[in-house]
T-cell receptor, first 111, second 113 residues
Framework: LAKTTQPISMDSYEGQEVNITCSHN???????ITWYQQFPSQGPRFIIQGYKTKVTNEVASLFIPADRKSSTLSLPRVSLSDTAVYYC????????????FGKGTMLLVSP | KAGVTQTPRYLIKTRGQQVTLSCSPI?????VSWYQQTPGQGLQFLFEYFSETQRNKGNFPGRFSGRQFSNSRSEMNVSTLELGDSALYLCASSFSPRGSEAFFGQGTRLTVV
């Protein structure tokens, strides 16, 4: 599975847009990129998944450049409740349920 | 629909004892995976079951085992507990192992004293 690198932590204020970038230099052709969110003492929650270009849902956008060696999770207008750890995962469809989590990015949103 | 249910939510055990944790997946989901989360090691994959068969296993000692029943419910067992086994144990279910979004339960907080 492709290794991912994310910032350990990020700080933001309510109402701002937050962009978290993940590097995955050795991503394979069949790999998808998925982001999960985790609050303390809870299980991770799926946010968004993509393969290339841009994907948007009701909570976030995922930007993937043409070379797919990185991806950026964009959270519009964050609130205090968005304070959580965000994980970037890369894996191919055939074995995707075996999720390999890195250290994640701790996002702290302040008033 | 109901989410992934893990029982119990909290557990305190003594070193040397064994423990069994239970996971009920979302209805219709046939794939169940288990993860251990600790502050030092983060989220680590334990094993995955699909249709009662173990498909993958992480790098954990043989004291950690699991099984899946015909109704897709799963259990994991840890024998001869060690202090280092204290962790949040998470179960995730998905419709199939192939490219499916995984839904996690709230976890079982195990404390070994």
């Amino acid at each position: 599975l492709a290794k991912t690198t994310q910032p350990i932590s990020m700080d933001s204020y309510e109402g701002q847009e937050v962009n978290i970038t993940c590097s995955h230099n050795n991503i394979a052709t069949n790999d998808y990129i998925t982001w999960y969110q985790q609050f303390p003492s809870q299980g991770p929650r799926f946010i968004i998944q993509g393969y290339k270009t841009k994907v948007t849902n009701e909570v976030a956008s995922l930007f993937i450049p043409a070379d797919r060696k990185s991806s950026t999770l964009s959270l519009p207008r964050v609130s205090l409740s968005d304070t959580a750890v965000y994980y970037c995962l890369v894996g191919d469809v055939s074995g995707y349920s075996t999720l390999t989590f890195g250290k994640g990015t701790m996002l702290l949103v302040s008033p | 629909k109901a989410g992934v249910t893990q029982t119990p939510r909290y557990l305190i055990k003594t070193r040397g004892q064994q423990v069994t944790l239970s996971c009920s997946p979302i209805s219709g989901h046939r794939s169940v995976s288990w993860y251990q989360q600790t502050p030092g090691q983060g989220l680590q994959f334990l094993f995955e079951y699909f249709s009662e068969t173990q498909r993958n296993k992480g790098n954990f000692p043989g004291r950690f085992s699991g099984r899946q029943f015909s109704n897709s419910r799963s259990e994991m067992n840890v024998s001869t507990l060690e202090l280092g086994d204290s962790a949040l144990y998470l179960c995730a279910s998905s419709f199939s192992p192939r490219g499916s979004e995984a839904f996690f339960g709230q976890g079982t907080r195990l404390t070994v004293v």
